[in-house]
Structure formats: structure tokens, C-alpha cells
Nanobody, 129 residues
């Protein structure tokens, strides 16, 4: 069991910045990927930032972003504290969504597909106006 708790959401004007945090607890040793997804009303959940946390890579933390946020969003982790962070800048109204932290025990998290991930937080709302 893995528990994920997000924080840091809020309202910000277009062009502003925001940082989200996700605290992971429980059995996190088998997670190969962790990341952030977002979902707006009436739309499917979309991956916005994924980081490889398994043992397959020898190059350090490998990250994955869709084109819509690349260059604006940065995901990082604090291994000692099991905290995943998402730094967002140059925010746009279309970034408005509920943002979720997730963990994947499989091998396909890099595809940024929600169905691949096994554990989810409750979400934190981000509103850009």
C-alpha cells in the first residue's frame, strides 16, 4: 500500500508560478515511476510530469513531459523524505485542473498514461486566471 498526499494548489494569475508537493508513505520501494496528472471537468486525466524512480536507469532521474508543459513544468524528488515536487511556471488558463500525484509499479509510466499507475492521491486544485 502506498499513500500519496498532495499540497500546494491554489489560484494564480496567468504567467505566475506555483509549486506542488506530494508526500509518499507506505511501501514505496517497488514504484518504478512517480508523477503528476491533471484532470479538468469533462476531460480525461492527463500526465504532465513523470519521473523514473526504479533501478533500470543508470543515468539518474529521468523525466518525461508532454509538449504542452515542457519547459514550464519541472518534476523532482527528495529521496530521503519521499517527497515529489512539481514546479510550474508561466502558467496558462488551460493549466487549470485538479492535479494528482501518482505512483506506478509497472514499466510503462513513461507513456504518461493514467491507466498505468497504481496509486493516487486525492488531488489539489490549481486555478489559473
Amino acid at each position: 500500500h502506498v499513500q500519496l498526499v498532495e499540497s500546494g494548489g491554489g489560484s494564480v494569475q496567468a504567467g505566475g508560478s506555483l509549486r506542488l508537493s506530494c508526500v509518499a508513505s507506505g511501501n514505496t520501494h517497488n514504484s518504478n515511476y512517480m508523477g503528476w496528472f491533471r484532470q479538468s471537468l469533462g476531460k480525461q486525466r492527463e500526465g504532465v510530469a513523470i519521473i523514473y524512480t526504479g533501478t533500470k536507469s543508470v543515468y539518474g532521474d529521468t523525466t518525461y513531459y508532454p509538449d504542452s508543459v515542457k519547459g514550464r513544468f519541472t518534476v523532482s524528488r527528495d529521496n530521503a523524505k519521499n517527497i515529489l515536487s512539481l514546479r510550474m511556471s508561466s502558467l496558462k488558463p488551460e493549466d487549470t485542473a485538479m492535479y494528482y500525484c501518482a505512483a506506478d509499479r509497472g514499466n510503462f509510466g513513461y507513456q504518461l498514461r493514467a491507466r498505468t499507475f497504481d496509486f493516487w492521491g486525492q488531488g489539489t486544485q490549481v486555478t489559473v486566471s
